[in-house]
Nanobody
């Protein structure tokens, strides 16, 4: 059974930092790209960052220079390091992947990030 389990959300003041983690099970982690999405209240879910199986990364313009996505293949874990947080970063953050073999996509349960001004 494929599962993505996030952790690391919480409440932080503006300018602070948080690191999210997402641990996968039931997939060959190393060959799949991994994504972080977020959804703020009343807004559509948006793609925040992507890391390919080769370690190439891509970021939404709104987080470039502040967020860093990374992966640890032996631990089957992807991270999102968030620095210089702003109130507008407040959202539920979701880990996501499309399994390359089956083309099925999976979502984590989400973790709340709240940035106070």
């Amino acid at each position: 059974q494929t599962q993505l389990v996030e952790s690391g959300g919480g409440l932080v003041q503006a300018g602070g930092s948080l690191e999210l983690s997402c641990t996968a099970s039931g997939i060959i982690f190393s060959i799949n790209a991994m994504n972080w999405y977020r959804q703020a209240p009343g807004k559509q879910r948006e793609l925040v960052a992507t890391i390919t199986s080769h370690g190439s990364t891509n970021y939404a313009d709104s987080v470039k220079g502040r967020f860093t996505i990374s992966r640890d293949n032996p631990k089957k874990t992807v991270y999102l390091r968030m620095n210089s947080l702003k109130p507008e970063d407040t959202a539920v953050y979701y880990c996501h992947t499309v399994v390359i073999i089956t083309r099925m996509d999976y979502w984590g349960q989400g973790t709340q990030v709240t940035v106070s001004s």
